[in-house]
């Protein structure tokens, strides 16, 4: 069956420095999605990205977050200049059909900033 | 403003029993709405969704019930099995925008 996969597992960085979190999603989809979970919380909604730009965005994804689809299997979430409060699981979704439709979610990355 | 919350934070159930997780919601603009489940470690996984014009929906062995006059939204699940504890989110879905706002979260506890 296929997944969204997500690479590295675990990313340890400093404060201050630029991180770029991987993400695969399935292969016939056209949505993809990022989320992050801060441990013990909720999931919180970071952004979607459709036809090569983004639909639509949290107010947690300031100019310090970008996304981009590089080539035609990679999604990625950059952020620029981590801060502690960065520190998260970041989760990636795809959905073949777009909002309101099943997305399916990666194992997450988990991210500390040092 | 968007706001999807929960009643209950931890809910727990013996083996075979019948669970009912509850959610209230805000925003009446949404179009769906999602139960999903999360096993530790793991990212969310879809459980059911309901669209905003229907009030019940059923899968297997679960059922979600929307009420939309009191903002209330509630995943049963029928036969608890121990695979069923986890947290489970329900989650709010603007498909205009496509935005999904999920809420605090419960965790289910099935004892054997």
């Known amino acids: 069956e296929p997944e969204v996969t997500q690479t590295p597992s675990h990313q340890v960085t400093q404060m201050g420095q630029e991180v770029i979190l991987r993400c695969v999603p399935i292969s016939n989809h056209l949505y993809f999605y990022w989320y992050r979970q801060i441990l013990g919380q909720k999931v919180e909604f970071l952004v979607s990205?459709?036809?090569?730009?983004?639909?639509?965005k949290s107010e947690i994804f300031d100019d310090q977050f970008s996304v981009e689809r590089p080539d035609g299997s990679n999604f990625t979430l950059k952020i620029r200049s981590t801060k502690l409060e960065d520190s998260a699981m970041y989760f990636c979704?795809?959905?073949?059909?777009?909002?309101?439709?099943?997305?399916?979610f990666g194992p997450g990355t988990r991210l500390t900033v040092t | 403003g968007e706001s999807v919350g929960l009643h209950l934070p931890t809910l727990s159930v013996q083996e075979g029993d019948n669970s009912i997780i509850n959610c209230a919601y805000s925003n009446s603009a949404s179009d769906y709405f999602i139960w999903y489940k999360q096993e530790s470690g793991k990212g969310p996984q879809f459980i059911i969704d309901?669209?905003?014009?229907?009030d019940k929906r059923q899968g297997q062995r679960v059922t979600v019930l929307l009420n939309k006059t009191v903002k209330h939204l509630s995943l049963q699940i029928a036969a608890t099995q121990p695979g069923d504890s986890a947290v489970y989110f329900c989650a709010e879905v603007y498909t205009g925008g496509f935005k999904t706002i999920f809420g605090a979260g419960t965790r289910l506890f099935v004892k054997a």
């Open positions: 990205f459709y036809n090569n730009e983004i639909s639509e």
């Open positions: 979704a795809s959905s073949p059909l777009g909002a309101g439709y099943e997305q399916y």
């Open positions: 309901i669209r905003s014009n229907m």
